[in-house]
């Protein structure tokens, strides 16, 4: 299997993850492992999500905001398995960046 994308769900994105570290996890994945950084968020709050994510300086490898509803295959980090290729995480943080990105490479090269 070959992925090309990383999808982390927007909740990830805010407290209790840290800013620095979900902007550093972003730029580990589409810079060193060449992914394509999408942010899953309901329609109804990406606007929310934009401003909030531009406020903290958050914005600059994301490449696209995604609802649920869209079926992309990718790697993903969320707060529960309901996809295969899933990363557990309930915050990003200086405690667990190199862990998760440790995951995201290894599921990229499976």
Same mark, same amino acid.
């Given at each position: ?32 492992? $060449? ?19 531009? =406020? ?6 994301? $490449?696209?905001?995604?609802?649920? $509803? ?11 398995? =309901? ?28």
């Amino acid at each position: 299997m070959y992925v090309n994308t990383l999808i982390v769900i927007a909740p990830l994105s805010d407290y209790p993850s840290e800013t620095l570290m979900f902007r550093y996890l972003t730029l580990v994945s589409k810079e060193n492992l $060449e992914l394509n950084v999408l942010l899953e968020v309901e329609q109804y709050f990406k606007d929310k999500y934009y401003k909030l994510l531009l =406020n903290k300086g958050a914005l600059d490898y994301i $490449e696209e905001f995604v609802t649920p $509803e869209e079926k992309v295959e990718a790697i993903r980090l969320d707060k529960e398995i =309901n996809f295969p290729y899933t990363i557990i995480a309930k915050g990003i943080n200086w405690q667990n960046v190199r862990n998760l990105t440790g995951q995201i490479r290894f599921l990229k090269n499976i």
